[in-house]
């Protein structure tokens, strides 16, 4: 008996197990897991293509500022691209907490990208084309527009659900309809550019970006969306680790009728999620639309919105989590032009690696759920090897 060994307890696949399966920290080693499987999948990728995949990988940095390029424009530089980088992370962040917010209430907000818009539009209808307000008020009352039309659309979407059991999914596809449609009629025939054929730009006072600013020798566009959602991640992290209310929305998020049972209100609850949901929404639309882009382009939505979603599951549903799982996911879409450039392959492939993270991002709860049926086998093997041991002991 001594010279018997547990097989599945040796090896890799053991040890990987006990990595992801730890109940600490497998809220960061599984995406870490997830981040390592994208990179060796995309390497395949791009040398079946004949790239190299350290090349591609590299640019994918310095598209982001994180390193040098081959030549810069003048007055551009590395600092130039990490603050245009920040200034594209910043609704990305933003829309990633909305997610999250309603998805810990158990809801599944789609609807973001169209509270992204509503916002972005009403602010730059009511505040960027006042050409008369300075910069010391334009930009507050930017920010509170955002709130408050993002909160009150999805307040209504949560209304929806509450009193008349309407999918929040459903209804937040046909408020997307909506509202592509109706600012795209706006736009078109009260605010638009006759050169570009997208909106208007709003004034420099409003915008939540300090363009060309001279910081060490180049000039940068400094995003103050950033300052704004590093703050939101931290109040949203507070409100659910912290607070009544936020112990509430997990409740009803894990089970509305244990909290119904508990005395929650859980038709409160669900409007003041989906509430909040739209606020975070709402400004990642005005740092994204008079912010990043400027201009709103008629009857289209913003991408972001849906890939908010994802960035969310990539991060674990933490808004700490958010954060990390926003640069990667930034890096590689923001980047998609200088690799594209360097490489001379199609910008696309950054979609294409962006979903392999995704996709992968995704498995996450299979790769923890196999990684504890492993631990239960070695755990199962263990407790019959000792069983046997003392029956020979007692022989």
């Not at 004949?50 to 590299?58: D, M, Q, S, V």
């Not at 909160?151 to 596809?173: D, W």
């Not at 912010?291 to 990539?314: E, Q, R, V």
Request: charged share 10%; hydrophobic share 50%.
């Amino acid at each position: 008996m001594k010279n018997e060994k547990v097989p599945s307890e040796k090896g890799f696949f053991a040890w990987l197990a006990k990595v992801l399966g730890h109940e600490k920290w497998n809220s960061v080693t599984v995406p870490i897991f997830t981040i390592i499987l994208t990179l060796i999948v995309s390497s395949i990728f791009l040398l079946i293509l004949g790239k190299n995949p350290l090349t591609a990988f590299y640019s994918f940095l310095a598209g982001n500022g994180f390193a040098a390029k081959a030549s810069y424009g003048a007055g551009n530089g590395m600092l130039s691209d990490f603050f245009a980088f920040l200034n594209i992370m910043a609704p990305m962040l933003l829309a990633a907490l909305a997610f999250i917010f309603a998805y810990r209430c158990g809801l599944f907000n789609i609807g973001i990208a169209g509270q992204m818009l509503m916002s972005g539009f009403m602010a730059t209808i009511l505040v960027g084309y006042n050409k008369a307000l300075p910069a010391a008020v334009a930009k507050p009352l930017v920010i509170i527009v955002g709130l408050v039309v993002g909160g009150l659309l999805g307040a209504f979407v949560g209304f929806l659900k509450y009193r008349f059991n309407i999918h929040e999914v459903v209804s937040t596809i046909m408020i997307n309809y909506i509202i592509s449609f109706l600012t795209g009629f706006f736009i078109n025939s009260r605010y638009v550019d006759s050169i570009t054929r997208s909106s208007k730009i709003c004034s420099s006072a409003a915008r939540l970006t300090c363009t060309k600013v001279l910081i060490g020798g180049y000039y940068c566009n400094v995003p103050l969306g950033i300052v704004v959602a590093l703050i939101m991640v931290f109040v949203v992290k507070f409100i659910f680790d912290r607070t009544v209310f936020g112990f509430d929305l997990r409740a009803v998020g894990s089970n509305r009728n244990a909290a119904t049972y508990a005395g929650i209100n859980v038709g409160k609850s669900i409007i003041m999620s989906m509430m909040l949901s739209g606020c975070l929404a709402g400004l990642a639309g005005v740092t994204y639309y008079l912010g990043y882009t400027n201009t709103i382009i008629p009857k289209t939505l913003a991408g972001m919105g849906y890939d908010a979603i994802a960035t969310a599951l990539l991060g674990n549903n933490t808004p700490v989590g958010a954060i990390f799982a926003s640069v990667l996911i930034t890096i590689f879409q923001n980047g998609a032009n200088y690799m594209s450039s360097t490489l001379g392959v199609a910008k696309e492939i950054a979609s294409v690696i962006t979903g392999i993270l995704l996709l992968f991002s995704a498995c996450s709860g299979f790769f923890r759920y196999l990684s504890k049926n492993k631990l239960n086998r070695i755990a199962d093997e263990k407790r019959a090897l000792e069983r046997a041991r003392k029956e020979a002991e007692s022989k």
